[in-house]
């Protein structure tokens, strides 16, 4: 029997709230609708307390899950679209990410952002904010690319004595599926990045959706021409693991930083900065980068597809950076 990605996120929760009293969860529509892509389904029946409904009011809800978080509580917001918290931006990276600086209390706090781009979604329900949050001091930002990690990751989270930003993918939701034993694989350290797949000629690094289309386009470059592509999944964007990342140049001497966000100011513009200062001597040839196009995101399926990386275009960007 195989567990999807959502599933893992929901079971995560269900753990949780059956461990952990001071766990609860709080969102629109997550009580008996079971939130809008049904993350928290049948969990208002078996925790009626702890799985609370809230207004339409995202500024409204960070401040009461900090002011809880404060009070000693552990609780999972979930925002229904990432698009969505920018209306809770001042709650977040002033109030929660500032706290534990400003009084030496941590708010513990636990930010569920359904983020990224699904086909007909558009401008106001597909934006990557991982670089966005990641500025700020005090803001932990996660970015799951596995059903494993899905699960790990949220329940590390909500042990993390600061606030986290989850950051899960819908398009991933569902498509990303994995055996039923997953839990079983061993778990990895907050904060350090793993190698989806190894190789010798060439990095890509990747996080969240971006990552299993690096490792089909690595794959379509082995098959095609022999070159064996590695691919670091970041896993996290604060903090970054920067010594797996340099390790894994060091193999290869040429790397492509991949990521679904727009490129000006983002992740991969961070990532490259830093190995060029850090491990300008092991490339071969200058990093490069592959981003989702600097326009809003457009609605037709069509035009979506021709707006974020894919397989196709990853796979382009590393015959380029081989042939350099």
């Not at 899905?150 to 909500?158: G, I, K, S």
């Not at 064996?228 to 290869?252: F, G, K, N, Y």
């Not at 727009?262 to 490339?283: C, D, N, Q, Y």
């Not at 069509?302 to 960007?317: D, V």
Request: aromatic fraction near 8%.
């Amino acid at each position: 029997m195989s567990v999807t990605y959502i599933d893992a996120i929901h079971d995560a929760q269900k753990d949780l709230l059956t461990e952990d009293r001071d766990v609860f969860l709080y969102g629109q529509d997550i009580g008996v609708f079971g939130g809008a892509f049904k993350a928290t389904k049948g969990l208002k029946e078996l925790f009626p307390d702890r799985v609370i409904d809230a207004p339409i009011s995202e500024d409204a809800m960070a401040g009461m899950v900090t002011g809880a978080a404060v009070m000693g509580k552990k609780p999972i917001m979930e925002v229904q679209f990432a698009d969505f918290s920018t209306i809770a931006f001042n709650q977040i990276v002033n109030m929660a990410a500032t706290h534990y600086y400003r009084t030496g209390i941590p708010a513990n706090i636990t930010v569920r952002l359904p983020c990224g781009g699904t086909p007909g979604t558009g401008p106001f329900h597909s934006q990557s904010l991982e670089a966005l949050f990641a500025h700020y001091p005090g803001l932990h930002v996660m970015t799951p690319a596995t059903v494993a990690d899905a699960y790990w990751m949220l329940r590390q989270a909500v042990e993390i004595p600061d606030p986290v930003i989850f950051l899960e993918h819908k398009f991933l939701y569902r498509w990303l599926k994995a055996e039923d034993n997953y839990r079983e694989a061993p778990v990895i350290p907050f904060g350090t990045a793993r190698i989806a797949r190894t190789g010798k000629h060439a990095t890509v690094v990747a996080y969240s959706a971006m990552v299993p289309e690096a490792v089909r386009a690595a794959d379509l470059l082995e098959k095609e021409s022999g070159y064996e592509v590695e691919v670091v999944d970041l896993r996290t964007v604060r903090p970054l693991d920067m010594d797996t990342v340099i390790a894994s140049v060091a193999r290869t001497g040429r790397v492509l930083v991949v990521g679904e966000d727009f490129p000006w100011g983002g992740v991969t513009a961070e990532v490259v900065s830093r190995i060029v200062a850090e491990g300008f001597h092991l490339l071969d040839a200058p990093p490069q980068r592959l981003n989702a196009r600097d326009t809003p995101i457009p609605q037709h399926p069509n035009l979506w597809k021709a707006h974020r990386p894919t397989l196709e275009s990853i796979a382009a960007s590393i015959r380029h950076l081989l042939s350099i």
